[in-house]
């Protein structure tokens, strides 16, 4: 059973970068993909991006593309994300999740427990 | 993009009621449709994916409907630990509906 356990939690400074980490346990790391969700406050999910860590192929929503980075490390089966250029509406919960691939549909399953990303001057 | 829009944005019910939520694709997406629950300060949890698998885990009061762009979330019985917001999903390129709160009457 795959468990996803993240980062702490982030002040940052406008015009500044976050790195937020998502270790997985429990299965064989490159045998999924994981993609990132943020959700600012009071407000609903949006996808960000995914990488397939096997094939270290990325997919970024065309709204965070240019400042979103996704990475992996499989010796140690963390997934990062990298979001440059911050700004106060970056403000929101970061999600990582298993992007379930292998089946004929696609589903996330599980999920991390969130980072929050506070970008403050 | 495909648009998710989701129908409505909040309701109020009672334990007991059966709710139906609903969710239209700006454009055809077959079955890749995922229902996801999220109560406040939790990562969302999926309740259906491929539009009407249940996920191993989750109640049979649950369950998901549809093809195409029209889709439908069904609680058959509401019952306390549901009250939560549910969001679609629309697996091809992974965009979610904006939600609906489902609230105590």
């Known amino acids: 059973q795959v468990q996803l356990v993240q980062s702490g939690a982030e002040v940052m400074k406008p015009g500044s970068s976050v790195k937020v980490s998502c270790k997985a346990s429990g299965d064989t790391f490159s045998s999924y993909a994981i993609s990132w969700v943020r959700q600012a406050p009071g407000q609903g999910l949006e996808w960000m991006g995914g990488?397939?860590?096997?094939?270290?192929?990325?997919n970024y929503a065309q709204k965070f593309q240019g400042r979103v980075t996704i990475t992996t490390d499989e010796s140690t089966s963390t997934a990062y994300m990298e979001l440059s250029s911050l700004r106060s509406d970056d403000t929101a919960v970061y999600y990582c999740a298993r992007d379930e691939i292998s089946a004929e549909y696609n589903w996330f399953d599980p999920w991390g427990q969130g980072t929050l990303v506070t970008v403050s001057s | 993009d495909i648009q998710m829009t989701q129908s409505p944005s909040s309701l109020s019910a009672s334990v007991g009621d059966r709710v139906t939520i609903t969710c239209r694709a700006s454009?055809?997406?077959?079955?890749?449709l995922n229902w996801y629950q999220q109560k406040p300060g939790k990562a969302p949890k999926l309740l259906i994916y491929?539009?009407?698998s249940l996920q191993s885990g989750v109640p049979s009061r649950f369950s998901g409907s549809g093809s195409g762009t029209d889709f439908t979330l069904t609680i058959s019985s509401l019952q306390p630990e549901d009250f939560a917001t549910y969001y679609c999903q629309q697996s091809y390129s992974r965009t979610f509906g904006q939600g609906t709160k489902v609230e105590i009457k």
């Open positions: 454009q055809t997406i077959s079955r890749f």
């Open positions: 491929a539009a009407s």
């Open positions: 990488i397939i860590p096997i094939f270290g192929t990325t």
